[in-house]
């Protein structure tokens, strides 16, 4: 009898932990499936960014190839002073609505 009473306390407990872990799994899974969300939509932001920055970077290339060929097809070329001014992305933020102006 005592032998029982001993096994039916150890079931119990048993069975109390296997409750534990299946709360702890299925509170597991519920991160797992917001951390893969929130993966994804990472992701998707990432490759926009990429697409983003290579789309600036061809438009970047043909101002500056429009820039160079004007050069070469201008007969007149202004000399550099101290007011002459350009915009330049400020290297703090990434963000290209950030501009600031530097002068030369």
């Known amino acids: ?8 306390e150890k079931i119990t407990m048993l069975q109390q932990q296997n409750e534990e872990l299946r709360a ?3 509170q597991n899974t519920v991160i797992t499936r917001q951390l893969s969300e929130e993966n994804a939509n990472l992701q998707e932001y990432v490759e926009k960014e990429v697409e983003e920055k290579k ?6 290339e043909e101002l500056l190839w429009k820039l160079q060929e004007g050069e070469a097809v201008s007969p007149v070329k202004l000399p550099p002073t101290s007011s002459t001014s350009f915009y330049h992305c400020s290297s ?6 950030k ?6």
């Open 1 to 8: 009898v005592e032998k029982n009473l001993k096994l039916e």
């Open 24 to 26: 702890r799994i299925e």
């Open 55 to 60: 789309k600036l970077s061809r438009t970047n």
């Open 92 to 97: 703090e933020n990434s963000s290209p609505a």
């Open 99 to 104: 501009v600031r102006t530097l002068r030369r």
